[in-house]
């Protein structure tokens, strides 16, 4: 199978969450919450995190909102996966904050 995109697994990962979002009746913030939960409890790293901070900001949720699902969920996946999680979106800002600084340092 061939693909003209030089970029198939990221392509395809894009697909995957359009189609997704487009199936899904929860509003926005909503489904960021919902997948940041999901997100712990699969223990992702931080990568996976950083792809929905700007989705995140978009729907407008606080820092607030994303500790109260680590909390909601700590009894559920352990605290294990909570403080990974916890550890993991601290590492995917410092990222989004890395990019933005270099985006910022290219255009002056």
């Known amino acids: ?19 997704s979002i487009e199936r ?10 919902t997948r940041i939960a999901a997100l712990a409890a699969a223990d992702a790293p931080p990568i996976s995190y950083a792809a929905h901070i700007d989705p995140a900001m978009k729907a407008g949720l ?3 909102q994303l500790q109260d699902v680590l909390v909601a969920i700590a009894p559920i996946v352990g605290t294990a996966r909570v403080m990974t999680a916890a550890g993991n979106i601290a590492t995917a800002f410092g990222i989004a904050i890395a990019v933005a600084d270099a985006e910022i340092g290219s255009q002056g």
């Open 62 to 64: 606080t820092a607030e």
């Open 1 to 19: 199978m061939s693909t003209a995109s030089g970029t198939p697994v990221l392509d395809t990962l894009a697909a995957m969450t359009v189609d």
């Open 24 to 33: 899904c009746g929860l509003a926005p913030d909503l489904l960021i919450l």
